[in-house]
């Protein structure tokens, strides 16, 4: 089950698109550990896909395919690495809709710059089974657009500043007051 997004229409669909090739451009296009050779070639024309007609769900559904077999070997605290642990099942879903869900922000936050609104509104876009305390104070909150764009673009593919999105399941976006 993916997010839902309040504002998701063909104004904020070209400027995800827009956010996606500025950072395609500038080479700074998250692709994750977690992605096969082959996904992180294609994953970038998966995402604009999903971007032009599709959501999170969708994009999930692409991934799913393309993930590596396995995650990264994670560093012990005795310093050596562990044997790569199995690919999460839900790996594709955490990454799909993490990033589609930035882009989306990123837009919201134009859309509104455009519009001379100064703050976006966090909402819960997904229900989830254990919400996260600090999640749950961030739902209401109205945060400034151009610190939020800037904070996301600033940080792709890792925890922001402003924490939005609060970390992989979190299930909370934006949208326009």
Same mark, same amino acid.
């Given at each position: 089950?993916?997010?839902?997004?309040?504002?998701?229409?063909?104004?904020?669909?070209?400027?995800?698109?827009?956010?996606?090739?500025?950072?395609?451009?500038? &080479? =700074?296009?998250?692709?994750?550990?977690? +992605?096969?050779?082959? *996904?992180?070639?294609?994953? !970038?024309?998966?995402?604009? %896909? #999903?971007?032009?007609?599709?959501?999170?769900?969708?994009?999930?559904?692409?991934?799913?395919?393309?993930? &590596? =077999?396995?995650?990264?070997?994670?560093? +012990?605290?005795?310093? *050596?690495?562990?044997?790569? !642990?199995?690919?999460?099942? %839900? #790996?594709?879903?955490?990454?799909?809709?993490?990033?589609?869900?930035?882009?989306?922000?990123?837009?919201?936050?134009?859309?509104?710059?455009?519009?001379?609104?100064?703050?976006?509104?966090?909402?819960?876009?997904?229900?989830?089974?254990?919400?996260?305390?600090?999640?749950?104070?961030?739902?209401?909150?109205?945060?400034?657009?151009?610190?939020?764009?800037?904070?996301?673009?600033?940080?792709?593919?890792?925890?922001?500043?402003?924490?939005?999105?609060?970390?992989?399941?979190?299930?909370?976006?934006?949208?326009?007051?």
């Amino acid at each position: 089950m993916g997010l839902t997004y309040r504002n998701l229409d063909e104004r904020t669909r070209t400027l995800m698109l827009a956010e996606i090739e500025k950072d395609a451009i500038a &080479n =700074t296009l998250f692709l994750s550990d977690n +992605l096969s050779p082959q *996904g992180r070639n294609s994953y !970038p024309n998966l995402l604009r %896909n #999903a971007a032009r007609i599709g959501n999170d769900v969708t994009l999930a559904v692409e991934i799913k395919s393309r993930l &590596n =077999t396995h995650e990264k070997p994670r560093q +012990l605290k005795s310093g *050596g690495f562990s044997k790569p !642990p199995v690919m999460r099942s %839900n #790996a594709h879903e955490m990454l799909a809709e993490g990033e589609f869900n930035r882009f989306y922000i990123r837009a919201i936050c134009l859309r509104a710059i455009q519009d001379g609104i100064a703050q976006v509104i966090v909402y819960r876009a997904k229900q989830v089974e254990h919400e996260r305390p600090e999640s749950v104070a961030k739902i209401g909150q109205a945060v400034s657009v151009q610190a939020l764009l800037d904070d996301l673009r600033a940080h792709p593919g890792v925890d922001t500043a402003l924490g939005l999105p609060p970390g992989p399941n979190s299930g909370l976006s934006v949208h326009l007051p």
